[in-house]
Structure formats: C-alpha cells, structure tokens
C-alpha cells in the first residue's frame, strides 16, 4: 500500500518574504516549482491560505506546504482573491462590479454573489457577510466577514480597528495646493442616489478627507490633471467623489459629479482603493494589504 503524503510545515526564525523562505527552505526546487505551490493554494501562514509570492514572514509564523492541491479557487475576471482565513476574505476588485445587490431579489452578478458560491463550493452551510463598500465604479480592496458575529464587530469598530484607508485618484485640472485636508458636511438623498456637500454644518454627516497630490500635468495637448493620494478620516458614501469635486476638481470619469468620460483616459471612473491596514478583529494583529495603481491612471 502506497504511503499517504504528508503536509510539510516550516518554522521562520527571522523576517523574510514567502517566496524567499520556501526557495532556501526547499533546496532544489525551481523557482517556477514553488510559485506554482502558492498558484495552486497549497501553501498557508499560520493557517492562512496564501498566494502572493511576497507575504511578509516573521519570527515564530509557521508555514505550512499541503501534499494536494487547494478544492477550491477563486477565479473570477472582475475580482482577485488577496487573503483569506478561516474568519476574513479581502479581495481586489475591478470597476463596474456592485459589492452587494442594490436591491432585494435582484439577479445581478456582485461581489457578494460571486464570494458567497466561492465559500459554499467548500461547504453548503459557509456564508459570506459585507463589512464595508464600495461604488461600482470603483476598483480595489474590500473586506468581507466569515461570520454575521464579526461582521457586526467589524462595522461597530471599524473606526478603531482600521490604521490606513489610502485611496488614488486621477482629478480633473490642478489643484491649488500640493496636500492638505477637505472637511465639509455631507447629506445623502438616496431616493436621488446623490450626496450633497456643505461648508458649514447643515445637519449632514461630518466628512474629512486628507489629500496629497503625487503627479500633475499641466501641459500638451491633453487636458490637465492630478494624481492624488487620498486618507479617508471618516467613510461617507461617495465621500471622495463629493470632496473633489466640492473644490473644482472631480474625479477623471465621474459621470455624477465630474464630466465624465470628456476627460476620462480609461472610459472609467479613475478612484482605486490601494492600502488597506486593520487590526485583524481575532488575531489581533495588523494586517496590511496593498494593490498597484491601475497604469491607466498614470501620467
């Protein structure tokens, strides 16, 4: 009778990159050899199922090789698996996917639906719960919760648990000052699904958006923009939409409060979630998950 494989588990002793470990870890082994592991789900952090070949390792993390192949992958064209364990998922996402259906009863393909038979391929009773949103038009990182328990953790302290929220934007034209910080009171009408924006405090929700500018063009013959990094204080719905366009300078694409594809490079509304840094709500431990900026925001 032929030997049943068995898992292999490292022990890391120093800081490293995942890729790196596993190279040294397993003499001999190719280079193509090794990132097919991760490709193939077959490698876990702590018990986290990891692919990219750059997942940061320290001191006392246990790695772990599985001797089969990963049941179940996530291959969707819209939407990229970045981490997932047995209490979170995060995801990158493209632009022109809702995160959750607008409306009860709805067929459209989301986020949600997508992640939700992702789970329930593992097992029938998995469920997947929304911890915060994004527009459909806007692409990058989301999180989602294993469990109805910790999706209501998650938004009850979201403000506490999240250290980073980084956004990147193209902006129509320059704006006036390198960086500084946008701070106006916002009021959603959602039988209009619009957001209004006031200077003073009209009764609406408190917003503030720290912004810093990384590129521009100013001249040649294609319109003027901005490249701007972006901190979200508060999360307000279409809060950066509003904010940039409450100073003169919406986001390139931004049919509902810019002009739309006039300036748009990308036949897109140019908004990308980059960064995204929490403390994980059971380990207590941050987490960071960062995603390149889309090259066709690049000036």
């Not at 003499?27 to 490709?39: F, I």
């Not at 391929?121 to 469920?127: A, G, H, I, T």
């Not at 901190?231 to 366009?245: C, D, K, M, P, S």
Request: proline share 3%.
């Amino acid at each position: 009778m032929r030997n049943k494989k068995q898992d292999t588990v490292f022990h890391v002793d120093a800081t490293d990159e995942l890729l790196t470990f596993l190279m040294r870890k397993m003499d001999g082994k190719s280079r193509t050899a090794v990132k097919s592991l991760l490709g193939h789900r077959q490698v876990t952090v702590n018990g986290s199922v990891q692919t990219r070949h750059d997942t940061p390792l320290k001191a006392g993390d246990k790695v772990c090789i599985s001797a089969g192949k990963g049941n179940v992958e996530l291959r969707h064209p819209k939407l990229k698996l970045v981490y997932e364990d047995e209490y979170l998922i995060i995801v990158e996402k493209k632009q022109g996917l809702l995160t959750v259906a607008a409306h009860p009863g709805s067929q459209e393909m989301t986020v949600m639906s997508v992640l939700k038979a992702y789970v329930r391929k593992q097992n029938q009773r998995n469920n997947i719960y929304v911890v915060h949103r994004l527009d459909r038009e806007t692409s990058g990182l989301l999180v989602f919760a294993k469990s109805v328990q910790l999706q209501e953790y998650m938004r009850s302290y979201w403000k506490e648990l999240v250290k980073e929220r980084t956004y990147i934007a193209l902006a129509e034209g320059v704006l006036d000052k390198q960086e500084g910080t946008i701070t106006t009171w916002l009021t959603e009408d959602k039988r209009n699904a619009v957001v209004y924006s006031s200077p003073v405090d009209d009764g609406g929700a408190k917003a503030v958006t720290h912004y810093k500018v990384l590129k521009e063009r100013r001249d040649g013959d294609q319109p003027s923009m901005s490249l701007v990094e972006l901190h979200l204080e508060t999360g307000r719905t279409n809060q950066i939409r509003v904010h940039l366009a409450s100073i003169g300078h919406p986001v390139v694409g931004d049919r509902k409060y810019g002009h739309g594809n006039d300036f748009s490079p990308a036949d897109r509304l140019c908004l990308h979630a980059r960064v995204l840094e929490f403390i994980h709500p059971a380990t207590e431990r941050i987490i960071r998950f960062e995603t390149p900026i889309p090259k066709e925001f690049r000036l």
